[in-house]
C-alpha cells in the first residue's frame, strides 16, 4: 500500500508526508491529536518504532492510534520485539548502509515465521544511514557507520545495489534528532540513480528543510522530533508538502 501510494504519487507530482512516532514518547493526548491531524489530510502515514520501547503500554498506545488515525500505521521497527498485527503493515528494514549481517539478514531470519504468523503486509525497505553531524540512537545501536554526508556517490552506489537486490524502496536517513539532515546533493545523487521510491528523513524540523528535501527528489519525507511538543507546526507543514501537487492519489489528504 505504501509502495502503490508512493508510485501513484510520483506519477501526478504529489509529495508525501509521514509522521514518525517514538512509542516510548507517545501519550493519549498526542495520539489522539495526531490521530485528528489525519482526518485534515495533514499525514500520509504514520510510522511506529523506536531505538528502545520500554513503554509497557506500547501495544495499548497503538491500538489508541489505530482508532483515531484515518490513513495507515507503518511498523518502523527498532528491533524484532517491536512486531505488532495491529498495523497495517511492517517496513521491512535492510541496513545496506552499514555491515552488520544481523541488520542486512539475521534478524530478518529470526522473525521470518512470526511475520508470517501476523499475515503483517510487508514493504522491503534499503534502509540508508547518513551522518547527520552527531552519533544518533540509530548509529549507536546498530553498530555501523553511517555514510558520510558529503560522500553522495557512496550513497548513490548503495541504494543501486539495494534496487538490484530487489529491494522496493529506499530510506535514507540522517537520524532522528540529527542535527543536518540528508544534503540536497545526495538525495538528488540517489534520485538519480535509482527508480524506487525515495523517502528521507531525520532532523527534517523546518519547512524549509522538507522543501529541500522534497525538491531535490524524495518522494515523501518522516518528521519526528521537529513535532515532538510542537504539533501546531504540522498544518505548516503540510501545506509545504502539498504545495508539490494537489491531485489526488487515493490517501486522505
Ligand atoms: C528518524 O527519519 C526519522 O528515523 C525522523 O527523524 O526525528 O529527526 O524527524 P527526526
Same mark, same amino acid.
Given at each position: 500500500?505504501?509502495?502503490? /501510494? ?6 501526478? !507530482?504529489? *509529495?508525501?508526508?509521514? #509522521? ?40 495499548? =498506545?497503538?491500538?489508541?492510534? *489505530? /482508532? ?9 521497527? !527498532?528491533?524484532?520485539?517491536?512486531? %505488532?498485527?495491529?498495523?497495517?503493515? &511492517?517496513?521491512?528494514?535492510?541496513? $545496506? ?24 503486509? @510487508?514493504?522491503?525497505? !534499503? =534502509? ?9 540512537? #540509530? ?7 553511517? $555514510? ?9 552506489? @548503495? /541504494? ?7 529491494? +522496493?524502496?529506499? =530510506? ?22 535509482? %527508480? &524506487?521510491?525515495? #523517502? ?8 524549509? +528543510?522538507? +522543501?529541500?528535501?522534497?525538491? /531535490? ?18 498544518? +505548516? ?17
Amino acid at each position: 500500500m505504501i509502495l502503490s /501510494a508512493l508510485t501513484r504519487a510520483r506519477e501526478s !507530482g504529489r *509529495k508525501l508526508l509521514a #509522521v514518525l512516532i517514538d512509542p516510548d514518547k507517545a501519550t493519549r493526548a498526542k495520539l489522539k491529536t495526531l490521530g485528528e491531524h489525519s482526518h485534515s489530510g495533514f499525514v500520509d502515514f504514520f510510522l511506529w518504532g523506536g531505538s528502545l520501547v520500554n513503554q509497557p503500554q506500547s501495544e495499548y =498506545y497503538l491500538r489508541l492510534l *489505530k /482508532a483515531h488515525a484515518e490513513v495507515p500505521v507503518l511498523l518502523f521497527p !527498532g528491533s524484532v520485539y517491536q512486531l %505488532d498485527d495491529q498495523a497495517d503493515g &511492517l517496513l521491512l528494514l535492510s541496513l $545496506i548502509s552499514g555491515r552488520n549481517p544481523e541488520l542486512l539478514i539475521g534478524h530478518h531470519v529470526t522473525v521470518a515465521g512470526r511475520i508470517k504468523q501476523m499475515k503483517l503486509a @510487508t514493504f522491503p525497505t !534499503g =534502509y540508508m544511514l547518513v551522518d547527520g553531524g552527531r552519533p544518533t540512537s #540509530v548509529s549507536y545501536m546498530s553498530g555501523t557507520t553511517p $555514510i558520510p554526508g558529503d560522500k553522495p556517490a557512496i550513497a548513490a552506489a @548503495t /541504494a543501486l545495489a539495494g534496487e538490484q537486490l530487489g529491494l +522496493r524502496m529506499i =530510506y535514507l536517513d540522517a537520524g532522528s534528532g540529527a542535527l543536518r539532515p540528508v544534503s540536497p546533493e545526495m538525495i538528488a545523487a540517489v534520485r538519480k540513480e535509482v %527508480d &524506487l521510491p525515495l #523517502v528521507v528523513g531525520g532532523g527534517i524540523r523546518s519547512p524549509e +528543510r522538507a +522543501r529541500q528535501a522534497l525538491q /531535490a527528489g524524495a518522494d515523501m519525507i518522516v518528521v519526528g522530533n521537529g513535532l515532538e511538543g510542537n504539533l501546531d507546526w504540522l498544518p +505548516r507543514l503540510s501545506a509545504e508538502v502539498s504545495s508539490f501537487g494537489r491531485e489526488s492519489v487515493g490517501l486522505k489528504r
